[in-house]
């Protein structure tokens, strides 16, 4: 599935609403229009941006080792 001029319409908007970048607003506004139920990823600030469209967010990598690395998801979280 592509996106059209609303997909990324939308993208910007969220990234607005969100304070997330547009590029993973525009992954998760394309999988919004595609009807996906889950976004699986270990970007844990996406949780947010999954949340504002009604999508499940999964991070298929447990807390405990992202925090091994350090790995928070953006801006700290």
Known sequence: MDGDGDTVLHA???AETTGHDVYDCYLTALAKRGEATH???????LRR??????????NPVPSSVLARFRVRGRRGE
């Open 12 to 14: 910007f908007e969220l």
């Open 39 to 45: 976004l699986v990823t270990t970007d844990s600030g």
């Open 49 to 58: 941006v999954c949340e504002t469209v009604g999508i499940a967010y999964e």
